[in-house]
């Protein structure tokens, strides 16, 4: 699936028309090098090595808070160990957390094993929801790499000499784009993030594209239903996409994402400005789920 989205990036790219030659080719070069790490490291089933990675670390059940602290002080020594260039382990930090995310320096997108369930991914889900779910969380993180941070970096993370101003200009264009779409959104008294956020709408908007041409690529599928509903293939990708955002009601508390919208800001923004998702939906012209103008950045 990772490699499917990631040939999906590479077509986009190749249909860019602001793109020059060069740039072109550099980004393409870009997100064919990217690393996709799926799940943990081989070292986790094999119990010596893990025993010795986490000898360190002490895991008490009657002792929660002493466990954890337990386990942040090693993750602090191992991030202390990498960032001063002693090999480091691909993942350590990262198995006791539920987090998928892309790193600039090292061009890799990983995915945690904890998000790898339900209700972003489970095998016995019809693929347009694995698409829709776990595939969208692939297209945001791969998309990271051209964000409005990362864009400007080649695969090894060197200044991209070949970017024109022309080309920001536009790419800028669709990201203010964006900026404007989410704007109205609200939900109750929680507003959008506005510009600290366009970064992770870039990657929202243009990742499901990414999952939903991916998945389309696989040509017909002949997926079973979901018992007790009549969704079509199509409904089906943008449920699981917005069902990957359920949450608990917290009750009033303040949204604190500062880099990211609140989840149902996230759903609504990237659904409203989505073709596809307005034609699953037979969504009217110009209703607040399909307005006219769509925003694109590639
Ligand atoms: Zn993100």
């Known amino acids: 699936m990772g490699e499917n989205i ?20 550099g980004l393409i070069r870009k997100a064919q090098a990217m690393e996709l790490l799926i799940g943990y490291p081989d070292w986790v089933i094999d119990p010596v090595t893990l025993d010795t990675i986490y000898h360190n670390v002490s895991v008490d059940p009657g002792e929660l808070l002493f466990s954890v602290m337990s386990i942040k002080t090693e993750t602090g020594r191992q991030k202390y160990h990498q960032s001063h260039s002693e090999p480091c382990i691909n993942g350590l930090a990262q198995l006791h957390t539920i987090r998928a995310f892309y790193l600039g320096r090292e061009n890799r997108v990983n995915i945690a094993s904890s998000v790898l369930q339900l209700p972003s991914f489970s095998l016995h889900l019809p693929t347009p929801m694995q698409y829709g779910g776990m595939g969208t969380t692939l297209g945001h993180e791969i998309m990271h790499a051209f964000d409005n941070r990362n864009i400007f970096y080649d695969a090894n993370y060197k200044r991209e000499p070949n970017w024109h101003s022309a080309a920001n200009e536009t790419y800028m264009k669709g990201a203010m784009c964006l900026n404007d779409h989410y704007r109205p959104w609200s939900f109750g008294n929680i507003r959008t993030n506005g510009l600290s956020s366009v970064h992770e709408d870039i990657c929202d908007n243009e990742g499901v594209k990414l999952a939903y041409k991916a998945y389309k690529a696989l040509g017909e599928l002949n997926e079973r239903r979901l018992p007790g509903l009549n969704l079509t293939d199509d409904q089906m990708f943008f449920t699981a996409f917005g069902q990957k955002y359920c949450e608990l009601d917290l009750n009033g508390i303040p949204w604190a994402g500062p880099t990211h919208n609140h989840p149902r800001i996230r759903v609504w923004g990237v659904a409203s400005n989505s073709e596809e998702f307005a034609k699953a939906f037979n969504c009217p012209k110009n209703s607040p789920m399909n307005p006219v103008k769509k925003c694109t950045v590639f």
């Open 6 to 25: 990631k040939k999906q990036m590479v077509n986009t790219f190749n249909g860019v028309p602001w793109f020059g030659e060069q740039l072109k080719a």
